[in-house]
């Protein structure tokens, strides 16, 4: 095979720079191969730049008008002679023994390089070891399968950060489409409400996705002009079970936040509090279903001795209760009393047991409550499905967490970021895998999203995100090629896959509902 070009420099193990023999061309993407003393090592083109000797500041000089320029390029044949291109070439590894491996000494100058051919680039990105893999596009510029590993994938976490509109949803599809296949519970928590297009499918194999989507409304919201949208895009109703919180559910330690944090508590307060709720709760994992007016007055029967004496202990009594009332009746996801209605439809409560043991996406659509409610309510389902899983280790689930920087932020007051982080921190341990879906990583606490091993980027441009993604980010070499790819396109780096893809993202076989509205008239 005939060499395209030869390696000039070496600066490290990761990269190297080579020079392109006159007649060659290559694009951004191109795999190259050098020979090395550890085998045959394969690298993907990130950069192409042309040069000119011309471009010596001596001779740029005397460049002031048409004519000069035109009897230089003439006598000295700038175009021609002078002209040479250079590329840079991010370093993949060698495969060997059904393995990848690293070099651990930087290409030689003067070695030859060569185009990759298709049968190696085949061999190269075969899955290089046991284990349950799914296809999610192809490495970009070939018609190879992009694979990754779907046990390391869930169990060992994975984030997918990009721009707003640079399809992080679409690719969040893709994911749950191809695992719902592998019958792996999936739960996904949906803050805009564009997920319940799942149960609308688009191919042989979105009938059987389809089939799996359970859609749960969550809380108190009038859903009428999401529904009326989605009849009118599909051309039926969108059905769900709507649900809520039991308020005997929510942690103590949760419950103290919000009430501090929206109606402030006093010390006196917390004290009665501490005491009441953890007997009133005193239930094991299964907590009754009572109304809220029940509850207090358990909360305050069991812990008025922890109140002071006289009539101030009565003013903490008496502000602690209408604190409880304020915060149960005015938020939309607490279950007021057996039996409640919404709108005619029933409130359910949440089974985190059905949905960490069955193998179908269950979808919670949030877009009707507001932040907090949105965080109460995942500190909740959080913390149960903790439990759950504590006694439970047998089966895997994939949780898709929306918008992560509003439930985990890096800075701020948020309820649910102990639990996300803790799920982060100690999931792995009990099939609960995380997947972090944001437009704004930098605002994403940098603690949990270091916990996620596999990490995919999509198209990102501000610096701030740039900065953030270059100091989380694993095998990522250089975070400016993000600039440039386009919402089709993916970089993956991680456990999940032997090294980084380029890849391009596959289609959805399920309905996307996160396509945004275009203009419908022309402005005159």
Not at 81 to 103: C, H, Q, S
Not at 210 to 226: F, H, Q, R, S
Not at 475 to 487: G, N
Not at 496 to 516: M, Q
Request: proline share 5%; glycine share 6%; with cysteine.
């Amino acid at each position: 095979m005939e060499p395209l070009g030869v390696v000039i420099k070496s600066p490290s193990i990761h990269y190297f720079i080579f020079k392109l023999f006159r007649g060659w061309e290559i694009d951004v993407g191109t795999f190259v191969a050098v020979e090395t003393e550890e085998g045959r090592l394969l690298s993907r083109v990130t950069a192409v730049r042309y040069r000119n000797v011309a471009s010596d500041p001596r001779l740029l000089a005397q460049f002031d008008e048409l004519t000069t320029v035109e009897e230089i390029k003439t006598t000295l044949g700038i175009e021609d002679a002078l002209y040479y291109t250079v590329a840079k070439a991010v370093v993949l590894g060698v495969r060997r023994d059904r393995r990848i491996y690293k070099p651990q000494k930087p290409v030689k100058p003067l070695r030859y390089v060569y185009r990759a051919t298709e049968s190696e680039l085949e061999e190269f990105f075969t899955p290089p070891e046991d284990g349950m893999y799914i296809t999610i596009g192809w490495i970009r510029g070939t018609n190879i399968p992009a694979r990754v590993n779907a046990d390391r994938l869930i169990t060992q976490h994975c984030s997918i950060l990009a721009s707003t509109g640079a399809g992080k949803s679409w690719l969040a599809g893709v994911l749950i489409e191809r695992l719902a296949l592998l019958d792996v519970p999936i739960v996904v928590i949906d803050p805009h409400g564009e997920y319940s297009a799942m149960s609308v499918p688009r191919s042989r194999e979105g009938v059987e996705v389809a089939e799996k989507v359970n859609l749960y409304v969550v809380g108190k919201v009038d859903t009428t002009p999401i529904d009326n949208a989605f009849r009118r895009r599909y051309g039926h109703a969108r059905s769900y079970v709507r649900v809520g919180v039991n308020p005997r559910s929510v942690p103590l330690r949760t419950l103290e936040k919000i009430l501090e944090f929206v109606y402030g508590l006093t010390d006196a307060q917390r004290r009665v509090l501490e005491e009441g709720w953890q007997r009133a709760t005193d239930y094991g994992e299964r907590q009754p279903l009572t109304s809220v007016e029940e509850l207090i007055g358990e909360v305050v029967d069991s812990g008025k001795h922890a109140a002071p004496p006289a009539y101030a202990g009565e003013m903490t009594i008496r502000g602690l209760e209408g604190r409880l009332r304020a915060l149960f009746y005015s938020s939309r996801i607490f279950i007021t009393r057996y039996g409640e209605m919404y709108l005619g439809e029933p409130l359910r409560l949440i089974d985190p047991q059905r949905y960490l043991t069955t193998p179908q996406i269950h979808i919670f659509d949030i877009s009707g409550l507001d932040l907090l409610d949105q965080q109460i309510f995942l500190a909740v389902l959080f913390d149960q499905m903790y439990r759950v899983a504590t006694s439970r280790r047998d089966i895997a689930t994939f949780i898709v967490l929306e918008e992560a920087h509003n439930f985990a932020p890096s800075v701020g007051h948020a309820v649910s970021r102990p639990y996300v982080a803790k799920f982060a921190r100690e999931g792995r341990k009990f099939g609960l895998g995380l997947c972090l879906v944001s437009q704004r990583p930098a605002k994403l606490d940098q603690d949990v999203v270091s916990q996620t091993m596999t990490q995919v980027f999509k198209r990102m441009i501000n610096p701030h995100d740039l900065k953030y993604v270059e100091a989380v980010a694993e095998q990522l070499e250089d975070v400016r090629q993000l600039k440039t790819l386009d919402e089709t396109e993916a970089l993956v780096t991680g456990v999940a896959t032997p090294v980084p893809l380029l890849i391009t993202v596959g289609d959805r076989w399920t309905n996307h509902g996160g396509v945004t509205p275009k203009l419908r008239k022309e402005l005159t």
